[in-house]
């Protein structure tokens, strides 16, 4: 049951959002693939948007988890140093535990004493897990995936 931090926060939408889109995003790319296996005929132009749509939520079930962060001290709580000591199904459950943020200690409301207490320096701020570093190598990987799968489906296409 998502409640406590997150639904004070006003980010339990993102996870239970994510949840729904893992499921539906599985049932729109299965179906095509069992529709294709048993029909003898060419697919319609719907299985494959059908297909597409499933591999976008599959990404939206990546992503959303990932947008949820603090609103007092701004931590990501998906890649806190305390959530990637865990797995990603335990890390989803203890962000829906959280009673506060582990980082300021806000309960969600984002409170004047919250962001006072923030702001005086009495808890040390945790350096953010995407550094521009990262998101650039992420990117770079990304297109080299993209370009070498561009470049072999090329090199080995039917002819």
Not at 88 to 102: A, Y
């Amino acid at each position: 049951m998502i409640g406590g931090w997150l639904q004070r926060s006003g980010q339990a939408w993102k996870i239970r959002t994510a949840m729904f889109a893992a499921v539906a995003g599985m049932v729109f790319v299965v179906l095509p693939f069992i529709l294709s296996v048993t029909s003898h005929k060419s697919l319609p132009d719907w299985v494959i948007v059908l297909t597409l749509a499933g591999f976008m939520l599959l990404v939206a079930n990546v992503v959303l988890p990932l947008l949820v962060h603090c609103p007092v001290c701004g931590v990501q709580m998906e890649t806190s140093s305390t959530a990637r000591r865990l797995s990603r199904g335990q890390r989803l459950r203890w962000i829906e535990s959280l009673h506060t943020c582990p980082v300021c200690g806000d309960d969600g409301c984002a409170t004047l004493e919250s962001r006072s207490r923030w702001s005086s320096g009495a808890v040390d701020a945790e350096r953010p897990y995407w550094s521009p570093a990262r998101v650039l190598l992420g990117i770079l990987a990304l297109v080299l995936l993209a370009g070498g799968s561009v470049w072999l489906g090329g090199r080995y296409r039917v002819r």
